[in-house]
């Protein structure tokens, strides 16, 4: 199947190997790009000695930028959104790694469980408020660094036209709401979609899915966890 990613480049570079691992060709269209603020995370963990939270990876490579000024908060309780998040927090040297199952809700309940006096959550921004509005139902005290921004970065017309020509993708992955509704602002794949109903739009959550026109919410599945494994497995 040919199979259309819509994530930013660095992350659409590993999921397209693992597209052509599983015998599917990868269309790339990059919709958002990471602008990081390495300033702001060094200190906000200077100024904090509690756990740390991230419900994405980006917020991961940030600190991986880090070097050695990172080091000594690598025995901070660190909890993510994820296994393969949490994973990556791991071969950054952090022992004590937690993940949930599910999403910000879920993450926040897990930390709730374990305890996390003077919660440090990295975030980016623009981003959904499940998790931090969780935390404050749960009465956790948390601080928030923004330590990097999700920005638009607009396709040329033409490496959008020549994706949805001859036939177009079979599937359409999308990872994150802003990037869907940033896709369906662009004339020509709406267009296309409306045109070609076959076309499967595969969101890695509810809320995600939720970015997509009611008239092709017929075309949409959700993946049964918010993770890539997951959503790939939908294919």
Known sequence: MRVLVTRPAHSATRTAQRLRDMGHEPLLLPLRQPVHDNTAAVAALATTSGAIAVTSAEAIRVVSALGEQLRPHLTRPFFAVGETTAGEARSLGFRYVAASAGNGRDLADLIAVQGADGLLY??????????????????????????????????????????????????????????????????????ALLKRSTIRLLCLSEAVAGAVPAVLRKNVTIAPMPDERSLLSLL
Not at 156 to 167: L, M, N, Q, R
Not at 168 to 187: C, K, M, N
């Open 122 to 191: 990295l975030a980016g921004t623009p981003r959904a408020e499940t998790f931090e509005g969780r935390l404050r139902e749960l009465g956790i005290q948390f601080s928030v660094a923004e330590c990097y921004r999700m920005q638009s970065a607009v396709p040329d017309s033409a490496e959008v036209d020549a994706i949805f020509a001859d036939g177009g993708p079979d599937v359409i992955l999308f990872y994150s709401r802003q990037t869907a509704e940033d896709f369906f602002r662009l004339p020509e794949p709406r267009s």
